[in-house]
């Protein structure tokens, strides 16, 4: 069975400093890995997925994320916030192949201190 | 090209009630998935549907039921409503068949169970 842990519920960080949400994840298969995110009152937006090409992996909005299997991680990692990060954040483990089938994380919620 | 929409948006029902949510997915996406999203369990996997047929089904009563037709389009079903199916409803659709690939989600359904 897949599983995902988020290790920060909540995480705040000031305007131009950098972001890490972390991810730790479980799968008995080789994994699919994605990092979403949630604005209030909006639909899940997908960052970044990992489908096994390179390990780090660059989103939208200059977000990016390593796979590290040793370590069964997923960080999610920003140079620099922006007071539009703020938003909700998960880390989802799909298996690669047969159904589709999104594990969430619990989410990580990030503040932007001006 | 339009996004996945879904209908109603808002819905206020009692208890005992059953209700009907619809999802249109993003043209030419023939898999719809459907997630439950509360404060208290996060992210839920409810079921997914390709080509009509239903691959995959979370852990969740059967009082929640779905179909997809012909052209993709999907309702989910959910009978009898208990105050815990206060939820928002989010649909998502994929354009391949397998896991792993990114999916595209609505803006929600928020049912609201007095």
């Known amino acids: 069975a897949q599983s995902v842990t988020q290790l920060d519920s909540h995480v705040s960080v000031s305007e131009g400093t950098p972001v890490l949400l972390r991810c730790n994840y479980s799968s008995s298969y080789s994994p699919s890995l994605f990092w979403y995110v949630q604005h209030p009152n909006k639909g899940l937006q997908l960052l970044l997925k990992?489908?096994?090409?390179?390990?780090l992996v660059k989103g939208i909005n200059g977000f990016e994320a390593e796979f590290k299997k040793s370590e069964t991680s997923f960080h999610l990692t920003k140079p620099s916030a922006h007071m539009s990060d703020a938003a909700e954040y998960f880390c989802v483990v799909s298996e690669r192949w047969g159904a589709q089938k999104l594990v969430f994380g619990q989410g990580t919620r990030l503040t932007i201190n001006p | 090209k339009a996004g996945v929409t879904q209908t109603p948006r808002y819905l206020i029902k009692t208890r005992g009630q059953q209700v009907t949510l619809s999802c249109s997915p993003i043209s030419g996406h023939r898999s719809v998935s459907w997630y439950q999203q509360t404060p208290g369990q996060g992210l839920q996997f409810l079921f997914e549907y390709f080509s009509e047929t239903q691959r995959n089904k979370g852990n969740f009563p059967g009082r929640f039921s779905g179909r997809q037709f012909s052209n993709s389009r999907s309702e989910m079903n959910v009978s009898t409503l208990e105050l815990g199916d206060s939820a928002l409803y989010l649909c998502?659709?994929?354009?391949?068949?397998?896991?792993?690939?990114?999916?595209?989600f609505g803006p929600g359904t928020r049912l609201t169970v007095l």
């Open positions: 990992y489908t096994s090409a390179a390990t």
């Open positions: 998502a659709s994929s354009t391949l068949s397998g896991g792993g690939d990114e999916q595209f």
